[in-house]
């Protein structure tokens, strides 16, 4: 399983990338890919949409099941991959690349929430 060291991790699967103080990079994890199998849609978040810690942000749906993906820090999506509705798959062969899903500004009062390393991570599936 590929974990890089540079992301932060959510407990449900999802990775982030802070990409400046304010905007955070999400997608999901090598993990949630391999266990949803071939991605075949993607519903991607609408630009503007406001999120927050453990609300549903995104929905991928897989040839086994329909999943959620949980937005992991307070903000607003600003970006979101639209490459997804075309090329799905993307999540499955590049989920910590051209699989991203949205790019989201932080709140300005944001307190994050707690975020895990590469390590905490692998212990999280690991164990």
Not at 31 to 45: H, I, N, R, T, W
Not at 66 to 89: I, R
Not at 92 to 111: F, H, K, M, R, T
Request: charged share 25%.
């Amino acid at each position: 399983m590929n974990v890089p060291d540079d992301l932060s991790y959510s407990s449900d699967h999802e990775w982030l990338r802070f990409e400046s103080d304010q905007r955070v990079r999400i997608g999901i994890t090598d993990y949630a890919q391999d266990a949803l199998g071939d991605v075949v849609f993607v519903e991607l978040p609408d630009v503007g949409t406001e999120v927050a810690p453990g609300g549903p942000m995104s929905e991928v749906e897989s040839t086994k099941s329909v999943s959620d993906v949980y937005a992991p820090v307070p903000g607003t999506v600003v970006e979101v991959n639209t490459d997804l509705a075309d090329a799905p798959e993307r999540l499955n062969e590049d989920p910590y690349g051209e699989g991203w899903i949205c790019l989201v500004e932080l709140a300005a009062d944001a307190d994050l929430p707690e975020l895990m390393d590469a390590a905490g991570y692998r212990a999280l599936t690991e164990g």
